[in-house]
DNA sequence: ACCTGAACACCGTTCAAGT
DNA sequence: ACCTGAACACCGTTCAAGT
């Protein structure tokens, strides 16, 4: 059914002309839809209604596709709140960072992908951090101190969330993985954590872990550490 | 002419019979020497003088691989130093972990993946864990408190990084980007901190960071932060 | 029963042929 | 000059044929 009308829209679409815009506005939503995995030039051709190789009149590659994609995310961050502390102004604009990437579950993926292959930022992430560090400046760091602070924020200035391993439910349980009691004997801290969390949140099935309050405690606490540092 | 050596390693290889733990060996050493994306299953036979499916013997496909090769490399992490306060101990295990990754600088790239795709942690991961929780309870952290750790330290407990950009030095500049002066008017903030920072490091060419002090700068805030939580 | 070559269904990108 | 189909060099994995 899906199926059915992403081919009609992709006739559709096949009269209006191709335009970086539009590659980019498709290519967001395919990734939306089927996650980075699912999104090929060849994928996104059809999606198009257009031959792969027409793609390639407005990306010179799927690298530059996916930078045009970062630029797109990332200008969905609401801008810097006026009339703030630094603190309340950055913690307003990281969580908005975030919510930006739980629309785009796969985006820090390609961000961090982009990153480990020492590419430069795209421009958007330049003008990103460029209005970060002018927050922290305006709340009275030091160039120095600033440095030290936007390496100590990292990718968590973007809503990253860091997590060592995603504990979320919606998890298939792994047919030979061995039992909860020999897990329980041989990981006996995680257990004791795990049977605790998972007490405490009462009517959440499956992991009781409030994801949005320990990105928030994880926040604040870095926070609270950077204003310390102020003189 | 590693090429060279390669092929008589592969060659004198065929003899000795596969294993497993070879297999591993094997991967680690071709990402080591070329990157996660020289790593294939076809490579990989042929370093091994070796037919692409007889890796399928040993591994069930390329993802039980790449969970093997992790708990190749978190086995390289040195265990808990006894006889310490918790914070000494969590720090230099953290230090440790993060040497196991500047060896193996594609390590962040697979784990984060595999998070990604929601996967159980691999068992040499969970005993890390496990491990590291013990540390935080024998210092008196509460089982709540011990979670809340847990997440604020992330993916640093295993020495991550989590820059938002890599700024060391070696990046070929971009041969259509913006001349510097350009860049210092449309990103003002980033100008002045990167002078400040170039100029702050002398002798060191290009990138005037010290990774290795702001990681530390970083974890340290970070275990301040959480010794201030403690009753 | 074990091993393995060919084949399948992909991928990003090049390039030459067609308009 | 523009557009595009076929082709190239890969990839992980299936499967049937050979021993």
Known sequence: MAEISRQADAVHRTRTPLSRQRVLSAAVALADEGGVDALSMRKLAQELGVVPMALYKHVAHKNELLDGMIDVLVGE????????DWKT???????SARRMLLRHPWASGIIEARMKARAAPTPAVLAYLDSMIGIFRAGGFSVGLVHHAMHVMGSRLLGF??????????????PDAPPPEEMAARYPHIAELASAVAHDA????????????????????TLDGLARLLP
């Open 77 to 84: 961050i609401d801008p810097p709140v006026a009339d703030t």
């Open 89 to 95: 102004a950055v913690r307003l604009r990281v969580l």
């Open 161 to 174: 969330s860091q997590e060592l391993f995603d504990d979320a439910p919606g998890r298939e349980p792994d």
């Open 202 to 221: 009462g009517s959440v099935v499956g992991s009781g872990c409030d994801d949005q309050y320990e990105f928030e405690f994880a926040l604040d606490l």
